[in-house]
C-alpha cells in the first residue's frame, strides 16, 4: 500500500535542504554536542529512503557551531525518530558565517521570498546586499554538494546515476551551479528540485530585480516540483516571458540550454498513518462541552490569523447563539521572531484576543483560548480529534499540512468539519471541505455557523471522502511520485508500483 515504506531511490539519494533533519544542540552539563530531533512529515517520509540507500543529507545544523570541521556526533541510542539510524557520515553541516547566514535566511529568503511567492510584494524588501549573500550560502550548499558526488566510489555510481533532491525557496540558484561544475568535471548524476512554497505568477515574480538568475537556477534541474498545478503553469510561463524559452504547457516541459526540463505537480501529504495512530492514543486533553472551533498555525502574516480571529468575531455578533457554546481554541508557534514583521504581528495578534474576549467573556466562558507556543505531536492529535471544526484560512499557502493532520485524526463516528481557504494548496484538492474566503470576514462567519450546524449524515459524508484521499496520498505516496519523476524509483519487489 502507499504506506509501506518500500521505497528506494535506485541511485545514492543526496538530499540538500537549509536544514538537516536534526538540530544540534550543546549539552549544557557535558559540553557535548548533541543531536535535537525534529519531527516534520518531511523528514519522516526522506530520512528513510536517505538510511536504506546509504545517501547523503546536506543542510544547515541549526546552531552556529564553534568549529566548521567539528564531527558531526552519532545519534543517542535511545532515540526512537526517523533519523536514528542516520550516522554521522551521512550529514554533511554547511557551515556559514552568522552576519553572512543572517543576510541569506532572515534578509532574502524570509524577507524577500517569502512574501514575494505568497503574492505580498508590499511586504517584501529587495536588496542587493541579501541577494549577494543568497548568492553566496547556495555556492557553499553547491560546492558541498559536488565534493559529495565527488566522493562517491565506483559501486556507488554502478548502482544508478546519484539523485541529488534540493530543497525549497532558500536553495534556489544551487542547481545550476552543480550542473555547470559537474559537467567540467564529468561527473554523472541527477538534479530535482522541490518547492514547498507557491510559485508566483509572472506579474508578481517579474518585481524581484534578479528574477532571470532564479529561473536559471532552477533550470539547472532535470525537473522541478511545484505542489499543485497552477504553481507549474506559473512557472513555466516565467520562463517563457522572462527567459524566452520553448514551453510545452500541456506537457509541463521547458526547453533551456540544450536540455528538457520537466515540471510536475507533485502535492505533498502527511504521515497519516502516524497521526491515525496517535488520535486512538491521544488523552482527552479540552474539558469542556463546548464546540472547539480549532487554529494550529506558524504565528505568520500568510495564514490569515488577524481575519480569522475576526471572522469568529463576526459570528459571535451576527449569531449570537453561540456564545457560551462554542470557543475558539489557536495555537499558534512563534516563528521567525527575529523579523520584525513577525514581532508586529504578535502584538496586533495579543490586542485583538484581548478586545473580541473582553467584549463577548462572561462569567463562565471567554469566547478564545490562545496558545502562544509549541504543542507536542500527541497533544496536537488530541486537539485535531476532538475540535468540531478546524479552520484553515491562509491568505496564501503553498499546501497546509494542518488541514490534512486534522482530517487523518477526525476518528469520532460523529466528525467534525474543515473549513479550507481557496488560496492554499489544500484548498485546491479537499473538495469536501467547506471553502471560504478569509478576506470576505461576513462571509467567513457564516460558513463558520454552516459547520458549527452542519448535520451529522453530511460531515461523515464529506469527512470520509477527506479520509480516503489523504490516506492514499500520504508523504511516502509523495516521496515515491518524486522518485518515479525523477525516473529513479524502484521498490522491494523491483515493480514500479505507481499508475
Ligand atoms: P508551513 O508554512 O510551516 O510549511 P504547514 O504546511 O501548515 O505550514 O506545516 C506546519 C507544521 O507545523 C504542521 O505539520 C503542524 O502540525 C506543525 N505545527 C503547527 N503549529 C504547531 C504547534 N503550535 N505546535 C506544534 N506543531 C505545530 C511549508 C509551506 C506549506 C507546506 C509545507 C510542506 O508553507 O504550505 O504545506 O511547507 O511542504
Redesign the pocket.
Known sequence: TSSQNATTANGKLIVVANRLPFVLRKNDQTGKWERKAS????VTAVAPVVIQGNGLWIGWPGVQLDDPNMPIPESDPSDCTPTAGLRSNQVVAVYVEPQIFDSYYNGCCNGTFWPLFHSMPDRAVFSSDTWKAYAAVNHEFADKTLNALKCLNKEDIEAGAPLVWLH?YHLMLAANTIRNEAESLDLKFKIGF?L???FPPWDIFRLFPWADEILQGMLGCDMVGF?IEDYCLNFVECCQRRLGCRVDRKSLLVEHGGRTVRIRPLP?G?PYDRFLQMAHEAPKLISTNQQIVLG???L?Y??GLVHRLRSFEALLEKHPEHIGKVTMLQ???P?RTDVKEYQELKEEMDQLVGRINGKFTTPNWSPIRY?Y?????M??AAFYRDSAVAL?T?LR???????K?YVACQINPSPGVLIVSPF???GEMMHEALICNPYEIDDAAEVIHRALTMPEDERVLRMNCLRRREKENDVNYWMRSFLKAMGTLITEDGEDVLP
Not at 519531527?39 to 518531511?42: D, I, N, S
Not at 507556543?373 to 505531536?377: D, P, R
Request: hydrophobic letters at 45%; aromatic letters at 2%; charged letters at 20%.
Open positions: 519531527a516534520g512529515g518531511l525549497d522541490f514547498h512554497i507557491p505542489h505533498i502527511i494550529v498555525d506558524r505568520d500568510t495564514k495555537i499558534s508557534v516563528s496558545i507556543g509549541c504543542v507536542s505531536q497533544e496536537l484553515v491562509p499557502d503553498g499546501m497546509n499540512l494542518v488541514a493532520e492554499a494548496g489544500a
